[in-house]
């Protein structure tokens, strides 16, 4: 099944989600309470036709709001990286400037490195 995809927002409320094509939008407080009223409300639309899971929900965020809600990341450290700017990436966070999707790519590509780096740790006890 292909995913669906939901643009999730944050502001000084909480955050809010919305699907990128459907009538189907909710707010939340939390990230885990904003992935129940996504089920919950794609399901109420969807009624009988499918009953969509956690793993049928893509979220696509802005570089923005990424770093609003990931703030314990060094936006800096990233990009460093992915061999980007610091004025430059700055300029993205504040919403001065947009990133290509060029530059979008080598982000996600050092996000999701560092991501992997971080599952392959582990700790002697």
Sequence with gaps: M????FIVEI???????????RPIFTVAHSKDELFNNILEAANLFYENEKVLK??????QIDFKTFFKEFDYLKAN???KRAGINNSLITQYIKGIKN?????????????????RELGSISFEA
Excluded at 54 to 59: N, P, Q
């Design 11 to 21: 502001d000084k409320d909480g955050l809010s989600a919305y699907h990128e094509s």
């Design 99 to 115: 990133p290509s999707e060029k530059q979008l790519n080598k982000l996600l590509r050092s996000i999701r490195e560092i991501g």
């Design 2 to 5: 292909k995913k669906e995809t």
């Design 54 to 59: 956690r793993e049928d929900i893509a979220i």
């Design 77 to 79: 450290a990233i990009a």
